[in-house]
C-alpha cells in the first residue's frame, strides 16, 4: 500500500470536509499530470482531487472516452507524484464489479474517487445506483472516501426534489459527500439544508461567477472544478506558443 493510500491519508481526507465553517470549503484544485499535481501541492493546497475531463484532454481522448487502464495509470502518476491525499473521478466506475473498482482504486494510491449517477447521458436508476455504492462502500471498508455525484441538473430537469431523494438514497449506501453537478448556485441553501453530510459544489472560472469563499456561504463543504484549470492551462500553452512565432 502506497503512503497515500494508507489508512491515516484516508481519515485525514475525511477530517478535512468535517466542522468547516460557512464561507471557508475545502478546495480541491484538478491536476491532469504529475506536475500540475506538484504545482498545486507547491502552493499549499491539502488535498487535491483529479477531474476525469481533464485527465481524459491531457490523453488525447474525448471526455468519457478514456479507457479504463489509461484513466488509472494516470491517477496513478498523480497520486506518485504527492504527499497529500488524492480523490480520482472515476465517472460511472468503467463497467467494473464495486469490489474490482476498489481494488483498482487501492492499486492507484487514491483516497477516494467520485462516480456518477449517469450514463451516456441517462440518468440511472436510483436505487440500483444506491445498491452499487452500498457495494462499493462495503468493499472499500473505510478505506475509500465516496463523493456520489447527482447528475440531475445536466442530464434531469433539475427537480431540487429529485436531487434530494437521490442523495438520500446515496448518504445511506455510505457516501461521504455529494456532488450535485452544475446545480445552480440558487439552490445550494436549499440543498444543503436536505443533504445530510458534506457538499461538493462546482466552481466556475468565469467571469462573474461566485468564488469558493461565496459558494461556502450559501452551502457548499467542498468546492471542485473539473475540467477548467486544465483548459486554463491550455489556453495559455496556445498563447505561449502563438507568441514565439
Request: with cysteine; net charge negative; proline share 8%.
Amino acid at each position: 500500500m502506497t503512503a497515500a493510500s494508507a489508512p491515516d491519508a484516508v481519515e485525514e481526507f475525511r477530517a478535512l470536509h468535517r466542522g468547516r465553517p460557512s464561507g471557508d470549503p475545502l478546495v480541491l484544485p484538478g491536476p491532469w499530470d504529475a506536475a500540475s499535481a506538484r504545482a498545486f501541492v507547491a502552493a499549499g493546497f491539502p488535498a487535491l482531487a483529479t477531474p476525469s475531463a481533464g485527465i481524459a484532454a491531457a490523453l488525447g481522448y474525448e471526455d468519457g472516452a478514456t479507457p479504463a487502464d489509461e484513466m488509472f495509470a494516470a491517477v496513478a502518476r498523480i497520486a506518485r507524484a504527492v504527499d497529500v491525499p488524492v480523490s480520482a473521478d472515476v465517472e460511472g466506475g468503467y463497467g467494473l464489479a464495486p469490489k474490482e473498482l476498489v481494488e483498482r482504486l487501492l492499486e492507484a494510491g487514491v483516497v477516494g474517487c467520485n462516480i456518477e449517477d449517469s450514463a451516456e447521458g441517462v440518468l440511472k436508476d436510483p436505487r440500483e445506483h444506491a445498491d452499487y455504492l452500498a457495494e462499493f462502500c462495503a468493499a472499500a471498508a473505510g478505506r475509500l472516501f465516496l463523493n456520489a455525484r447527482v447528475d440531475t441538473f445536466v442530464h434531469g430537469d433539475g427537480d431540487p426534489g429529485q436531487t434530494l431523494e437521490r442523495a438520500a438514497l446515496y448518504v445511506a449506501a455510505g457516501a461521504g459527500c455529494v456532488y450535485p453537478i452544475m446545480a445552480p448556485v440558487d439552490v445550494l441553501p436549499l440543498l444543503r439544508a436536505g443533504i445530510e453530510g458534506p457538499l461538493n459544489a462546482l466552481a466556475r472560472l468565469d467571469a462573474g461567477g461566485p468564488s469558493p469563499a461565496a459558494l461556502g456561504e450559501l452551502g457548499a463543504t467542498r468546492i471542485t472544478f473539473g475540467p477548467q484549470l486544465q483548459r486554463r492551462a491550455t489556453a495559455a500553452a496556445g498563447e505561449l506558443a502563438a507568441g514565439l512565432r
